[in-house]
C-alpha cells in the first residue's frame, strides 16, 4: 500500500509562483517514476509532469518552461515548482504512482489561479 498526501495548493495570481509538495508513505519499492497529473474544469486529469528514478523529468508541453518537478527518494518526497502560472493552470493536482499495476493517488490539492 501506498499512501499520497499533497500540500501547497492555494490562490495566486495570474504571473506568481506556488509549490506543491507530495509525501509518500509506505513500501516505495519499484515505484517509478512519481507523477504529478491535474484535474481542470471540463477536462479529462492530464498528466502535469513526472520524474524517474534516476531525476529525468518530463513534462506536459503546456507547462514545460514554466514548472519544474524534483523529488528526494530518500525522503519519498516530489515537489512541483510552479512559475509564471496561468488561469489554465487552475485545477486539482494530485500526486500519482503505480505499484504492482495499481494506481495510487493522494486526495489532491486544489491550485487557483486568477487572471
Known amino acids: 500500500q501506498v499512501h499520497l498526501r499533497e500540500s501547497g495548493g492555494g490562490l495566486v495570481q495570474a504571473g506568481g509562483s506556488l509549490r506543491l509538495s507530495c509525501a509518500a508513505s509506505?513500501?516505495?519499492?519499484?515505484?517509478?517514476?512519481m507523477n504529478w497529473y491535474r484535474q481542470t474544469p471540463g477536462k479529462q486529469r492530464e498528466l502535469v509532469a513526472n520524474i524517474t528514478r534516476d531525476g529525468s523529468p518530463n513534462y506536459a508541453d503546456s507547462v514545460k518552461g514554466r514548472f519544474i518537478i524534483s523529488r528526494d527518494w530518500a525522503k519519498n518526497t516530489v515537489d512541483l515548482q510552479m512559475n509564471n502560472l496561468k488561469s489554465e493552470d487552475t485545477g486539482v493536482y494530485y500526486c500519482n504512482v503505480v505499484r504492482g499495476g495499481t494506481m495510487f493517488w493522494g486526495r489532491g490539492t486544489q491550485v487557483t489561479v486568477s487572471s
Open positions: 509506505g513500501s516505495m519499492v519499484s515505484i517509478n517514476p
